[in-house]
């Protein structure tokens, strides 16, 4: 994944990708250079680690596109005893296995934006309202933004790395 030029005047759907596309670029930048135990490193005492919030954000990609949006029944690690397997790597799971599950996850997400209208309605609906792809697209920015900001003071904890952009 890599940061491109978002628009200035592209699209509406050029526009919300190309600023969701390097928000996905930053989080694989933020696991860049960690060992392996420093990306699974908790650096806040609810667990949060890089490994973990990109590992995370892979299944949020599977929730929101994948399931909800397009109707697919996608496996996810957490559970009702364990609602936040997914910020864990597990044993034997290590950088590459993260970033591998979130570029898939993206490229299937990819995949069912460029086949749908944004004002296409999801399959799927929470409280009785189905969500639209520019909604969800602008949901996923704001999800993704969110853990980068995590993911940027997690890796300044650990190593002393910081920056918006690599």
């Known amino acids: 994944m890599k940061v491109r ?5 592209g699209d509406e759907r050029e526009t ?10 930053v989080m694989v930048w933020k696991l860049d250079g960690l060992t392996e135990q420093q990306a699974r490193q908790a650096v806040v005492e ?11 954000l892979a299944y949020v ?5 994948d399931d909800f949006f397009a109707g697919n029944d996608v496996e996810y690690p957490w559970t009702e005893y364990d609602p936040d397997a997914d910020f ?5 799971e290590g950088i590459a296995d993260v970033i591998s599950l979130y570029e898939a996850a993206v490229a299937r997400s990819n995949d069912i934006v460029v086949s ?3 004002d296409s309605l999801s399959q799927r609906d929470r409280g009785g309202t189905r969500h639209s792809m520019r909604w969800i697209i602008g949901h996923m920015i704001e999800e993704t933004a969110r853990h980068a900001g995590h993911a940027d003071l997690a890796r300044e904890l ?6 918006y952009l690599p």
């Not at 030029?5 to 005047?9: D, G, I, Q």
């Not at 600023?19 to 670029?25: K, T, V």
């Not at 864990?88 to 034997?92: K, S």
């Open 158 to 163: 650990i190593d002393g790395t910081t920056g």
């Open 116 to 118: 749908v209208e944004m």
């Open 46 to 56: 609810s667990g949060t680690s890089v490994g973990g919030v990109v590992k995370h």
């Open 88 to 92: 864990r790597l597990d044993d034997g």
């Open 61 to 65: 990609e599977r929730w929101w596109f």
């Open 5 to 9: 030029e978002t628009p200035k005047n």
């Open 16 to 25: 919300l990708m190309a600023f969701l596309d390097n928000n996905r670029a």
